[in-house]
Structures are given as C-alpha cells and as structure tokens.
C-alpha cells in the first residue's frame, strides 16, 4: 500500500509537468494527449485526463478552441496560454534540479537504461 | 434480434442496442456521481460524453455499421477507464487516497435501498445488505415495530425517502460490501448479465430504462404499492378480504332473517324508536325497502370481493344498472317515507283532564305501580274475562322497554282537602287537530282503591297506530299534611325536587325498604324522617315484643275459649 501511495505521488506530480510539455508543442487534441502519455505509460485510461485538462484550464495555464469534426461532435483543441508557459519554464527548472537529485541518489544502483519502462 | 434504443449523446444520435444501452447508462451514472462534488462537473462529464459519442462514431465508420453493441460499449469504457482507476490520479489532495483505500476496501458498505431484493422499497434489505445479516431479520423488526402504534410505519417512510436506492453497479457493490475495482466490476457484471439474461421476463421492472425515471418519491412509491399488491401483500389483501366477505355474509343472512320476521311473522320489537314511528298500513313496504337498501351493498361488497380473491368475472353490467335502480328507487322510498313522518311531527296537541279523587280519613295515600295486565275491548271479548277470569287479576308481565319516558308523575300541594289528579297529554301531528286529536286517542289507566293510588307505567295508544311522541304528564295534588308513601318501582317516574325516593330510604336508614314515606308541608312535598325508628332504644324494643306476645297469647286463649266453648254447646244438643 505504501508502495502504490508513492508510485501515485510520483506520478501525479509528473502528470501534469507532461500533459503541459505536450501541449507546449502546439494545438493538441485531448485524445493525442492520451496517445503519447500511453506511448510513455503514464496513463492508462482516458477518463482521468479530463478532469486534469479542465482544472489547468481553470487555473489559467490553458486555452483551448472548437474545432469542427467530421465524425461526432466539435473537439476542443487545448493550446497553452501564457502563464501556462512560464509555469512550464520553472517547472522544467524543477525537473532538471530533480532529474540531478534523483541521479545523485540512485547513483550506481539502477544502470541509466533500466531506468526507462518505456524501452520495448 | 434484439431491441434498440435510439440515443442522443450531446446532439449526435445513436442506435444502441438495449443491454448496451444499460451498461453505457450505468457507467454514465458512475461518472456523473464521481465527479459530483467537483466544481467542473458539468464540463469534466460533458468532455468525456463527447469523447465517448466520438468513439461511437469511429467505432460505427471503421466497422461499416449502423448499431452500437455490448462490445462497443466495453470497449469505449476500457478506454475511457473505470471511475475507480480515476480516482489515484486526478485529486491532488492527500484525504483521496484515504477515501480510495476506504472505497477499496471490502468493510467499507454503503447504504442503500437493494432494488434488487425488496419487499416494498428495499429499505430493509439495504440494512441487511448493510450490516451483513439476511433480511429477514429486518422485515420482521420492521413488522413487530408497526404494531407500536406504528412507530416502525413513520420510520420506514423516513428512511425510504432518506436512504437512496441503489442505481448502479457500483452502487450496488459498494452496498454489498464488494471490492470496487476491475475485476469486481468484472464478475459482478457478468454474475448480473447472466442474471438478467435468464429472467429477463420476470425482471421487467429491473431492466426497462424507463423505470429507473421514476426516481422521484412519488412514482417509486405507487410502483412500490403495485409491486406489494401484485406479491406479498396479495396475500395479507386476500385474507382481509376473506374475513370481510365473512362479516358480509353473517350481514347478509341477518338481513333476510330479519325480514322474514318482520314481514312474515310481524315479530317487530315493540315500542323500539324506528319501529314504532311506522304506520303499520305501510309496514312491509317500508321493511322491503330497507332490507334491500341494506342488503344490496352488501351483496356488492361480496361479489366484488369474489371478483377479485378468485378473479372471477364481474357482474353483468345490465344486471348492475339494474340492482343499482332498484337499490336507488328503494332508498327514494326510505326518504321519503321519512319525509312524511317528520310530516306528522309538525305540531303539537295537549290537551289537560282532572280527577278528582277520594280523600281518606286518615290522610295517607300509597302510590304504587299497577300490576293488572291491561286488556283491550277486543282482547276482554275474546278471553270472555268475565266468566273466565271472575275474581282474578290477570298480572302485568309487560316487559318491554317500550316508550319508557311517556309518563311522569310530579306531586304539588293541594288547595283543597281531597286530593286531584291533572293529567296533561301531549302528542305531536300533521296539523293542530290531527295533534289534538293523537293526544285525544291515548288511554292512560289509574285508579283508586281506597288509599292505594295505582299508577301505570305506560300511556297507551291504539292499535296499529305510529308513534306521535304522545307522553302524558300527571300532577298529583294531595291537601297538606297528607302522608304519601311512594312504592319504590313507581320511584323513576316520580319527579321529586328535593330528596328522591332511595334518598329518603337511606335517610329513615331502611335501604332494604319497598317504599317511602313522604309528607306534604307548605313548601312541597318532604321526606318524613321517623323520628321513632331511629332513636328507638332497646327497653322500647323490649315493650314493644312484651306488648306483641301479650296480644298473641289473649288471641291464642280467645280461640281456645271459642272451641271450649262450640264443644259445650255441641255437647248441651
């Protein structure tokens, strides 16, 4: 139980940092964002990303447009706003002071390709 | 072949089919009721309906087809994912994953009514489901407690409209106690599906969609009382039912009883109020009417409740409209019978008579019931009483209540030195005369023997004629100083203002007395307290048995003289 606690602390503090990297690379439709997160093993089921896109978006940090489909209804297109961006510039600040903790910690223990789930 | 639905998920419409539909609902549900307490409900549920109507669609383009199947659905909500996988993730606060472990957690129950396994809402089995125990235990709780003063009633309304019903899966799971994640959702799905599939014919309140749009309290409780009626409580309904049909039949034999006796045998209780105001010439019509006013309500309620215990055919319609004009023509009769009764109470006759009495010398006069049977003109002809009955009395042995206030006797003072007798008779009519002339036709039998006053304890009225309310009022006038002893069964129909009869007993303390003693003083009439009984001494006493037995031992040799006496003359022949 303490195990699976920290694995989801872990993940939802880098959850979100991904969803926003996502986003930063241009208009990005939710279901894409599912794609690449699944593609990194992030996240599994697409129910949980909803409630995380609306409060980012309440919170400011994105924007999004409607965009007519041609199968089924209009799709919202997020795209980060500004403040958006400069919370992704401190917070890709953060991840390269953790990314040295985390290796200063590790050290030899874990070889650097091990540590990647996502190499299959 | 199966059945569809046509749906409408955020303008774009879908065929899908019913069972589909079901699981789409339900998860649906499970969603909205997740993200309740979220400020973006609205938003998070309606993303992912569209998300989901977006599926359906690819779904329904790649695979070329026009209906959204089970699969379909399985496969959009594996996508979409479980409400129990969102929750690790999406809160940011610590309290979530206490509450997901709690959630998670076999011991943590919900409660809910169990729509599954209910009697009438399924508030009793939901705190069965509750706490664990067979809900047996519950009902019976629930069905001991509405016998004190249904207590248990009010408490069941409450919680029923308090405790929601178990609409989802999940609801349903976590009321059970059962694990909430995949694979629980797994097996009880399939363990549900299966269920469903085979009594699907039975469940038709459990899987049709509309019904689970009765959600306000109203509609649930009427499909409730239906389903109660069409289960358990047909059987309560059929023995109540059984027991009136019963009471009606013992109603219905009572009747007929009761009319063969009237009609037939003219067996009418004498004197009894709704009996002795009808007109004899009309009698039998008016006890025809009544029985069939009564009688056929009462028929009704029976045949309806064979119709319904043994779900017979009701009756022919023609016949009904029938009995029904019957029945009203009857109860028309019956009023208006009762119109013309009150008819013949409109006025009021009176009329006064006075009898003077004879005085006697010593002043005492002895008030008494008459016991002599009263005999009419006809009934003296027929016993030829005269010759029959010479020197006999024939004994009153009328014990009928009949009409028992017709007759009150009140004594005043006198202005005279005999005694005087008024007698007031009053009776009500149609009109003044018809009043007068009721008043005129009564027959109230008094007489005097020497200072016995004989009273009757009824007014009598001829033969086969209504009652008219006819009472007569008698006033007794008696000179001043008369002594009046009162016979204890004339007491109730002696109006005293002062002490009464039994008072006046207890006050000469002669409670086991026949009668009273009361003597006329200027102020009316008074109890006549013996001085003499109650202050007699025991030497008194004495005297009086010495004087006794000197007056019987002087009889005694009186006789014994008078047979010495026949004996000597005898013997001087």
């Known amino acids: 139980m303490i195990v699976e606690n920290t694995q989801t602390q872990m993940r939802k503090g880098i959850l979100e940092y991904c969803i926003l990297s996502i986003i930063a690379k241009g208009e990005t439709y939710a279901s894409d964002i599912i794609a690449e997160l699944k593609k990194a093993q992030l996240l599994v089921v697409e129910g949980t990303l909803y409630p995380l896109l609306t409060r980012l978006k309440n919170n400011g940090l994105l924007t999004y447009n409607w965009v007519e489909s041609t199968s089924g209804p209009p799709r919202k297109y997020y795209v980060l706003a500004n403040e958006g961006r400069l919370v992704l510039e401190q917070l ?29 | 072949m199966n059945k569809t639905i046509i749906i409408n998920i955020n303008g774009i419409v879908f065929h899908i089919e019913e069972d589909a539909y079901e699981i789409l609902k339900n998860y649906m549900t499970d969603v909205k009721r997740h993200f309740l307490n979220s400020d973006d409900s609205l938003e998070i549920t309606t993303d992912i309906e569209n998300r989901v109507a977006e599926m359906f669609s690819e779904l329904l383009a790649t695979e070329n087809k026009q209906v959204i199947v089970e699969q379909d659905v399985n496969t959009v909500i594996n996508q979409m994912g479980r409400v129990e996988d969102f929750d690790a993730i999406y809160e940011d606060n610590s309290s979530t994953t206490i509450d997901a472990d709690v959630y998670n957690n076999t011991g943590g129950r919900r409660l809910f009514r169990d729509p599954d396994d209910h009697l009438i809402s399924g508030v009793c089995a939901g705190i069965a489901d509750y706490f664990n125990i067979q809900p047996i ?47 629980g959702f797994k097996d009880n799905l399939e363990e549900e599906l299966s269920a469903v599939k085979n009594n699907l014919s039975n469940m038709h309140n459990q899987a049709r969609p509309t019904v689970y749009k009765l959600r306000d309290f109203i509609g649930d409780l009427l499909m409730h009382i239906h389903l109660f009626f069409m289960g358990a409580g047909k059987i309560i309904i059929k023995i109540i039912g059984f027991a009136v049909m019963l009471a009606m039949f013992g109603a219905a034999i009572a009747l007929i009883a009761f009319l063969v006796a009237v009609t037939g045998f003219h067996q009418v209780p004498n004197g009894l109020f709704p009996f002795s105001i009808i007109a004899n010439e009309h009698a039998d019509r008016i006890y025809l009417a009544a029985f069939i006013t009564a009688f056929l309500p009462v028929v009704t309620i029976i045949v309806v409740i ?29 009023i208006g019978f009762a119109v013309n009764v009150a008819s013949h109470f409109r006025s009021s006759g009176k009329i006064s008579q006075i009898v003077n009495l004879k005085a006697t010398p010593d002043n005492i006069y002895y008030l008494k019931l008459s016991d002599v ?40 003072k006198s202005d005279v030195d005999h005694p005087v007798m008024l007698e007031t008779f009053m009776a009500q009519g149609y009109d003044d005369a018809d009043a007068l002339l009721n008043a005129h036709n009564t027959n109230y039998i008094f007489n005097q023997k020497a200072d016995i006053l004989s009273f009757d304890n009824r007014l009598r009225r001829p033969e086969n004629s209504p009652w008219h309310d006819e009472h007569v009022d008698i006033t007794l006038q008696v000179p001043l100083n008369a002594k009046v002893i009162i016979d204890q069964e004339l ?36 109890c006549k307290v013996d001085t003499v009984v109650i202050t007699k001494t025991p030497a008194q006493i004495d005297s009086i048995r010495r004087i006794n037995n000197a007056k019987t031992i002087a009889r005694l040799q009186a006789q014994v003289d008078s047979a ?10």
Not at chain 2, 316 to 324: D, G, I, M, P, S
Not at chain 2, 500 to 507: E, I, M, R, T
Request: aromatic share 8%; charged share 20%.
């Open chain 2, 306 to 334: 064979i119709s319904v215990l043994f779900n017979t055919r009701s009756i022919n319609r023609t016949v009904a409209a029938l009995l029904l004009i019957v029945w009203l023509c009857s109860v028309g009769f019956l």
């Open chain 2, 373 to 412: 049977k009263y005999l009419t003109h006809d009934d003296s002809l027929r016993l030829d009483v005269k010759n029959n009955f010479h020197n006999m009395i024939i004994n009153n042995d009328d014990n009928h209540s009949e009409e028992p206030n017709n007759v009150s006797i009140s004594i005043v």
């Open chain 2, 137 to 183: 235990w519950i009902r019976l709780a629930f069905a001991l407690s509405f016998f004190f003063f249904g207590s248990g009633l009010l408490l069941y309304i409450i919680l029923w409209i308090v405790i929601p019903q178990a609409v989802t899966r999940a609801d349903r799971m976590a009321m059970k106690g059962q694990k909430l994640n995949l694979q």
């Open chain 2, 491 to 526: 007491s109730y129909r002696v109006q005293l203002n002062g002490v009464d009869v039994n008072g006046c007993k207890d006050l000469n303390k002669q409670e086991n007395a026949t009668s009273a003693t009361f003597i006329m003083l200027d102020n009316g009439l008074q």
């Open chain 2, 564 to 573: 010495l006496m026949a004996d000597s003359v005898q013997k001087h022949r």
């Open chain 1, 92 to 120: 890709d600040k953060t991840w390269k002071e953790l990314e040295f903790a985390v290796h200063i910690a590790i050290g030899d223990r874990i070889p650097p390709q091990a540590a990647e789930p996502g190499n299959e």
